[in-house]
């Protein structure tokens, strides 16, 4: 309603172009954003200690795995609860495992969101 309200659409008309157009994301790749922009926050040091508390890296018994220097987050699993399933403490790390490798070790903020952002652009649309 946001987009068809700034772009005085009128209901009738196809929402997709208009988000591109306004270069704004859909709901479900919004939440994927906010999500990942907070692990990303978390990371670095920059959230707050009850969010980042949260958050744990992903660490191999053994340090010659392909996985130890891929960044990853330690997946929560939460079996047969719905509620459960979409706690921060389980989403997080599904979307940040999800992400490409140059998108999880971007060194700014700023150029998280840049490459996040297209990268969900790209595969969505």
């Keep these: 309603m946001a987009a ?14 208009i988000l591109k157009q306004r270069h704004w994301l859909p709901v479900e790749q919004r939440i994927v954003f906010k999500l990942g922009l907070l692990v990303f926050k978390s990371s670095h040091n920059m ?5 980042s508390d949260l958050i744990t890296q992903y660490a191999p018994f053994r ?18 609860n719905t ?15 999800s992400l490409p490798y140059h998108i999880r ?14 990268h969900l652009f790209a595969v969505k649309q």
Aim: no cysteine; glycine share 4%.
């Design 105 to 118: 070790t971007a060194n700014t903020t700023s150029s998280f969101k840049t490459v996040l952002k297209t």
């Design 83 to 97: 509620w459960g399933a979409r706690a921060f403490l389980v989403t997080a790390g599904k979307v940040w495992n």
């Design 4 to 17: 068809r309200l700034v772009t005085r659409s009128p209901k009738s008309s196809h929402i997709t172009p």
């Design 47 to 51: 959230a707050p200690s009850y969010i």
């Design 63 to 80: 340090s010659n795995l392909r996985s130890a220097d891929q960044r990853l987050l330690v997946e929560h699993n939460m079996a047969n």
